[in-house]
């Protein structure tokens, strides 16, 4: 008797390798995902490396920013020190000899200034009229006494009204403008302010002639 496949046989047969493939697939499937899983763990790891990186990175970058605008600050202060040091030993005044008056400048630094400008003050704080009284193309350092200059018709012709108005204080004050060693303007006011003359014009607006017209004025 011979011995036939049968169909239920056939059919559990190939169920049971069906079944088989399956779960291999499965394993396989699972396998898979695991090491996605791992990788893209490994990728989120690195990615948060660099990002810390990054971050690291760019705070040493605006550290060496905010040093270098430190010194570079430093650097500006130094400068204008150096440059402000000459001025800052330069002052003007005026004095008594006799009847006269006569406008002082005083260069106690250890170089020349160079086109001096000087007009004295003959009005009040508030009203401080300012009257040409000199200029020099150098003044070269001076002792304590300075050097002594006879001040211009613009001071002359006004002095004595103001002496009237202020018997206790006969001495005017004296506005100074004058270039120091490096080519830099530089304005003592009548008040003792010291900053850079920055004006284009050789004299100040306010800075008046004889007849009380500015200097800067055209005629």
């Known amino acids: 008797m011979e011995m036939g496949w049968n169909p239920d046989t056939v059919i559990a047969i190939a169920t049971c390798v069906a079944a088989a493939a399956a779960i291999v697939a499965g394993i396989f499937a699972a ?8 990788q ?11 990002r810390r ?27 204008v020190d150096r440059e402000r ?5 330069v002052a ?8 006269d008056l006569v406008v002082v400048v005083q260069n106690q630094s250890l170089t020349p200034i160079f086109d001096v400008r000087l007009a004295t003050c003959l009005g009040t704080d508030n009203r401080p009229k300012r ?7 150098v003044l070269p350092p ?20 103001w002496r009237k108005k202020h018997p206790k204080n006969p001495l005017p004050r004296v506005d100074l403008i004058f270039k120091d060693k490096y080519g830099i303007e530089w304005q003592r006011h ?27 004025a055209t005629p």
């Open 31 to 38: 396998r898979s995902f695991v090491e996605m899983k791992k």
């Open 40 to 50: 893209a763990s490994e990728a989120e790891q690195q990615t948060a490396h660099a």
């Open 53 to 79: 990186q990054a971050e690291q990175s760019e705070k040493q970058t605006e550290e060496a920013r905010a040093q270098s605008k430190a010194v570079a600050e430093q650097l500006e202060w130094a400068r």
């Open 85 to 89: 040091a000459q001025a800052e030993s």
């Open 92 to 99: 003007a005044w005026t004095e008594s000899v006799g009847n």
């Open 131 to 137: 009257y040409y009284a000199a200029r020099k193309t």
């Open 142 to 161: 001076s002792k304590d006494d300075g050097h002594k200059l006879a001040p211009a018709t613009a001071t002359i012709m006004n002095l004595e009204d």
């Open 190 to 216: 009548w008040d003792g302010q010291l900053h850079p003359y920055e004006s284009e014009q050789p004299f100040p607006t306010e800075w008046l002639k004889a007849d009380g017209t500015s200097l800067t």
